[in-house]
T-cell receptor, first 115, second 112 residues
Framework: NAGVMQNPRHLVRRRGQEARLRCSPMKGHSHVYWYRQLPEEGLKFMVYLQKENIIDESGMPKERFSAEFPKEGPSILRIQQVVRGDSAAYFC?????????????FGAGSRLTVL | GEDVEQSLFLSVREGDSSVINCTYTDSSSTYLYWYKQEPGAGLQLLTYIFSNMDMKQDQRLTVLLNKKDKHLSLRIADTQTGDSAIYFCAEIPSGGYQKVTFGIGTKLQVIP
């Protein structure tokens, strides 16, 4: 079991370009979470998805950000028209269907740098 | 509401005990967690405690939960240089589904 796989690990974009970050959850996990970690800040919740459904996107900026978790394939976090303030580490985590303690397994993160 | 607070930094000498503290606001939280993040890596679960417990021990780690004060602590005995990392406290607040909320993280520096 390869764990939670995120790619790319590092991504550099110029202002105005699009960034696509991918997350493949652990085998058997149907819940995916995206978090953003800014330098010297904590982990901020962005969105929680199950297969083909967005359950909670209360942490997502209203514009330019979107997320999906299709029936087949990885979860995608998409940032359109990136700005310098989007530079951060984006972490994906997954968990199995609810079974009490919701233990999240994290990927290694995707580090976005906007020039 | 959802708010988890931690101090930002802790420095201890190798071999001493470390105590990392956390306060949370949602008294109906069911589980509380400690995660560890090493430089350049994702978070790894260290331990968690169910809200009906006061204490949980796992080798060098001791978790204490004071529900009355909404205070959670993580004690690391015989702290080693490999324990240097950022430690995150997290909770599942009330809300009907499993959204995990994290604190800002405490950076532990272990001095040889």
């Amino acid at each position: 079991n390869a764990g939670v796989m995120q790619n790319p690990r590092h991504l550099v974009r110029r202002r105005g370009q699009e960034a696509r970050l991918r997350c493949s959850p652990m085998k058997g996990h149907s819940h995916v979470y995206w978090y953003r970690q800014l330098p010297e800040e904590g982990l901020k919740f962005m969105v929680y998805l199950q297969k083909e459904n967005i359950i909670d996107e209360s942490g997502m900026p209203k514009e330019r950000f979107s997320a999906e978790f299709p029936k087949e394939g990885p979860s995608i976090l998409r940032i359109q028209q990136v700005v310098r303030g989007d530079s951060a580490a984006y972490f994906c985590a997954s968990s199995p269907p609810f079974s009490g303690a919701n233990v999240l397994t994290f990927g290694a993160g995707s580090r976005l740098t906007v020039l | 509401g959802e708010d988890v607070e931690q101090s930002l930094f802790l420095s201890v000498r190798e071999g001493d005990s470390s105590v990392i503290n956390c306060t949370y606001t949602d008294s109906s939280s069911t589980y509380l967690y400690w995660y560890k993040q090493e430089p350049g890596a994702g978070l790894q679960l260290l331990t968690y405690i169910f809200s009906n417990m006061d204490m949980k021990q796992d080798q060098r780690l001791t978790v204490l939960l004071n529900k009355k004060d909404k205070h959670l602590s993580l004690r690391i005995a015989d702290t080693q240089t490999g324990d240097s990392a950022i430690y995150f406290c997290a909770e599942i607040p009330s809300g009907g589904y499993q959204k995990v909320t994290f604190g800002i993280g405490t950076k532990l520096q272990v001095i040889p």
